[in-house]
């Protein structure tokens, strides 16, 4: 009986949205294990402590048009028989600006975010073009390929240079001796080992450069860019939300302009600090790159590493940058 007592109540509910939006908009619900009029609170609220970033994605995929709403808003049964997915529709409706709430909300996540990720990038960036202009161990280092060079070089046109292209590091193995597997940069190593073991921990001097190796200035200045649109465009849409929104969102939207000129000068001091670093090395501006610099110092660095390791073990295989 009690069986099919059941089947009886569950046969009484009645469901007028399409069976996938009943069910996708159940599965999210589940998620909170509140009751409907908690979670349409929550986005009254703009209690972001209480939905994260994901769920007001899925919130906002999910959000009823008015062509979902008209068989709802037209039903004149027992509302107490719908579904709990048209319940709860029926109840988000009521809020005003539902809509915009659910991307102020977003918003804030996504701000949060990204800021948290470009920031300390951008400080990375800059600590990197410092030590780059002001690593003794660097200049020295550099000085001792300049001068191999030119040692090798000597007697002929380039063996008295007074210093070369930084993209010829990158070639040093290609230049090889007798000795088998014995290239350019071994021998600098071993150079180094006699007769400068300090600059075997060169990268000491260059702290975040292999995490700077990975960073392009151009990806992040568009994200820069995309960040700063989102504020501009929560700026027009809250130009139409009700006041109860406007002052949730106040202390947000003041912080959030202030972090947008913050990232900005970031970026443009760094741009200054790229022409200076490119000066400073005697490249050709026009067509410097940070990251391409960057990364190419990251591999020699890496090559001097790998080669001192070789020598320490001695260890027969082959380093980075060697040819079968």
Known sequence: KDEKKEKKKESAIINLL?????????????????????????????????????????????????????????????????????????????????????????????????????????????????????????CELLSIVLTTGNFINMGGYAGDAAGFKMNSLLKMDDTRANKPRMTLVHFIVEVVEDHYPHLLDVRSSLSQLKDC???????????????????????RFLERAPADLIDQMSDFMKSAKEKMEELSLMVQNIQNATHELAVFYCEDESNFKLEAFVGMINQFVGRIEAAHEVEENGSPNRFPGDRK
């Open 213 to 235: 190796a990975r960073l392009s200035l151009d990806t992040l200045q568009n994200d820069v860019a995309e960040l700063s649109r989102k504020v501009m465009q929560a700026d």
């Open 18 to 138: 399409d069976g996938k939006d009943s069910l996708n908009v159940n599965i999210f619900l589940k998620q909170f294990r509140r009751t409907n009029p908690e979670v349409v609170s929550i986005i009254e609220k703009g209690d972001i402590a209480q939905m994260d970033v994901d769920q007001c994605k899925v919130m906002y995929n999910l959000l009823p048009d008015s062509d979902k709403m008209q068989p709802l808003l037209a039903f004149k049964g027992d509302s107490n028989r719908l579904g709990n997915a048209e319940k709860f529709y029926l109840l988000l409706w009521k809020l005003s600006s539902f809509k915009v709430r659910i991307e102020s909300m977003r918003l804030r996540h996504e701000f949060v975010i990204g800021y948290d990720f470009i920031k300390p990038s951008l400080e990375k960036m800059v600590q990197t073009v410092g030590e780059l202009k002001e690593s003794d161990d660097l």
